[in-house]
């Protein structure tokens, strides 16, 4: 089932094996290069159906790190273009995933120390979140609180980020709703402290993220996928409860959401009752929102057995499965993945100058 094909809107996928966005931190002024275009494009050769590029700034200030990538310029919007006719090139459909880091922008590449930059480094900036309380521990910056133009101006970079991926060839839109970044810290009461219209209630904690999904979704062409990944867990006391995730996204759906992965909320430093080493983790999680919401359903985090990956999506339990360390740590994920689960000729997944050669083996 893992090399079944999947229909979304008019986009069709080759099979339901997705390349997960992943930071690369290798961007200068946001600007996409060869690593980006090596990096992604190897995984479009290794046979992926989907392939995701890391979370994209919507605005400089909505960097996770001064090594982001961004398309909050034409010239960016420029740069991404061959990558996306690459990766279309190869078969595979491109996607990207669109952000803004809130309260966790400005910090240092995580092989640098991946904490809030120092106030009086030339590479930092002030982040700005809902609220001024800060997300503690390594990202100890207190942020500045969003004015209701902020929140307009936001959204506002949100549409023309949108425009610009449809003119740099992109046909899957991932909105960066988890991670603790801006959108996720709307909605999760550890993070947002408003007293005003979006802080408080259920109604208004989801008024960021249903008003920035509506302004995106006006742009985006209705032929392609218009997707969430959404935080729905922390792990944490005092989170929102998964009932309330699972209303956002019938409210998301009724807007025209096509799919949701389903991620971890990370807003608080303490990953303590993560159950990192258990295999694809988020399933059962993500098996109860499909079912709930009816909507089609991704998941990351922990998935590397091809058995296991197969039989989630022959269950029902989800419809992609997004990999991210394990197809970073083998581009050809795909094709051994089709080896072990003993599909015949698996070599005729990967493009002609290598199944010439690895034909039979
Ligand atoms: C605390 C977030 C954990 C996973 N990460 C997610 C990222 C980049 C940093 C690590 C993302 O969503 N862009």
């Known amino acids: 089932m893992l090399y079944a094909p999947f229909k979304l809107k008019d986009i069709q996928l080759e099979n339901r094996i997705a390349v997960s966005p992943m930071?690369?931190?290798?961007?200068?002024?946001?600007?996409?290069?060869?690593?980006?275009?090596?990096?992604?494009?190897?995984?479009?050769i290794g046979g992926a159906g989907l392939v995701v590029a890391?979370?994209?700034?919507?605005?400089?200030?909505?960097?996770?790190?001064?090594?982001?990538?961004?398309?909050?310029?034409?010239?960016?919007a420029a740069a991404w273009q061959p990558i996306a006719?690459?990766?279309?090139?190869?078969?595979?459909?491109?996607?990207?995933?669109?952000?803004?880091?809130?309260?966790?922008?400005?910090?240092?590449?995580?092989?640098?120390?991946?904490?809030?930059?120092?106030?009086?480094?030339?590479?930092?900036?002030?982040?700005?979140?809902?609220?001024?309380?800060?997300?503690?521990?390594?990202?100890?910056?207190a942020p500045q609180p969003m004015t209701l133009a902020d929140i307009r101006r936001v959204r506002d970079d949100f549409v023309s980020a949108t425009e610009r991926?449809?003119?740099?060839?992109?046909?899957?839109?991932?909105?960066?709703?988890?991670?603790?970044?801006?959108?996720q810290s709307f909605f999760s009461p550890l993070a947002n402290q408003r007293q005003d219209e979006y802080g408080g209630s259920f109604e208004n904690r989801a008024r960021f993220l249903l008003e920035t999904f509506d302004a995106v979704r006006a742009v985006w062409p209705e032929r392609y996928p218009l997707t969430v990944r959404l935080g729905v867990i922390d792990y944490v006391d005092?989170?929102?409860?998964?009932?309330?995730?699972?209303?956002?996204?019938?409210l998301l759906k009724a807007r025209g959401l096509d799919l949701v992965d389903v991620s971890m909320g990370f807003n608080t430093p303490d990953v303590s009752?993560?159950?990192?080493?258990?295999?694809?983790?988020?399933?059962p999680v993500a098996a109860r929102i499909r079912t709930s919401t009816g909507l089609p359903t991704a998941t990351s985090w922990n998935i590397r057995d091809p058995k296991h990956a197969d039989q989630l999506i022959a269950n029902e339990q989800l419809d992609l499965v997004m990999l991210a360390?394990?197809?970073?740590?083998?581009?050809?994920?795909?094709?051994?993945?089709?080896?072990?689960?003993?599909?015949?000729?698996?070599?005729?997944?990967?493009?002609?100058?290598?199944?010439?050669?690895?034909?039979?083996?």
């Open 85 to 141: 006719r690459f990766i279309e090139s190869q078969g595979s459909v491109p996607g990207i995933q669109l952000a803004h880091a809130g309260r966790k922008a400005s910090a240092s590449r995580p092989w640098q120390g991946d904490a809030h930059l120092p106030a009086d480094d030339p590479d930092a900036w002030q982040p700005i979140a809902p609220s001024a309380n800060a997300f503690g521990g390594k990202l100890p910056r």
């Open 23 to 44: 930071c690369q931190y290798s961007a200068k002024e946001g600007m996409p290069d060869t690593w980006h275009l090596v990096h992604l494009g190897a995984r479009a």
């Open 165 to 183: 991926a449809v003119r740099a060839g992109f046909q899957w839109l991932v909105l960066h709703f988890a991670h603790g970044y801006l959108a």
């Open 325 to 361: 360390k394990s197809i970073l740590a083998d581009p050809h994920w795909v094709y051994h993945a089709a080896k072990t689960l003993g599909r015949t000729a698996p070599e005729t997944l990967l493009p002609d100058p290598y199944a010439f050669w690895l034909k039979g083996l």
């Open 238 to 250: 005092g989170e929102q409860p998964l009932e309330e995730s699972i209303e956002l996204l019938r």
């Open 54 to 76: 890391e979370a994209t700034a919507v605005s400089p200030e909505g960097r996770i790190t001064p090594g982001c990538t961004g398309l909050w310029s034409d010239e960016q």
């Open 273 to 283: 009752r993560v159950p990192w080493s258990q295999e694809a983790f988020l399933a």
